[in-house]
């Protein structure tokens, strides 16, 4: 008998709090807020991406414009990494994180360069091997600069997507053509 009384009265309380409407905007705030701070954490980190890569593309055109011109003669890596850091004001702690290719390319098939971007990673020492030609008189050239930077919010989306190093970073690649001037 006393085991009818507790379930029944059990059974009306629970009834009683599956009826009540207080607290429900709690779940629909606890499920719609991560994601809406989600989206807007990636759109924030995707537009800090863009304007990096926008001004690397542009510091990169900026000194092979130089080059084209002749006026900085047939700089050297550091020498071209140096020019390009200075033109890319955004890129931080930028000549320990550029890498700048430079490639001859065929006249006549115009390959561009299908091996992946070389790109400095943070967690080994040394710098790796790369292809610095600066090609001889009248032939074309591709330069390929790759930074590596730290996304701002790592847990979102875009920062998952484009990991690079070992330490979190992801790649910008950038590359550009000139031709040289005959001698």
Known sequence: MMRRVLSRLARSRLARAFR???????????????VVVTIFMA???AGFYM???????????????????????????????????HATPMLKDCESILMVEMRPMSMLTFDMMTDPATCID??????????????SSNE?????????????????????????????GYQMVAASVFVNEPD
């Not at 591709?142 to 979190?168: E, H, K, M, N, Y």
Request: one cysteine or more.
């Open 20 to 34: 009540r409407e207080d607290g429900t905007a709690s779940i629909e705030f606890v499920i719609f807020v991560p």
């Open 43 to 45: 759109s924030v980190e």
């Open 140 to 168: 074309l050239v591709i330069v390929r600069i790759c930074a590596i930077q730290d996304p701002i919010f790592p847990s979102t989306g875009i920062g998952l997507q484009l990991r690079a190093d070992a330490q979190g």
């Open 122 to 135: 943070r967690g080994e020492t040394g710098e790796p091997d790369i292809d610095y030609d600066t090609g």
């Open 51 to 85: 304007a990096k890569h926008v001004m690397m593309e542009r510091g990169l055109d900026m000194v092979m414009r130089d080059l084209r011109l002749g006026k900085l003669g047939k700089p050297d890596h550091d020498e071209l990494r140096t020019l390009i850091c």
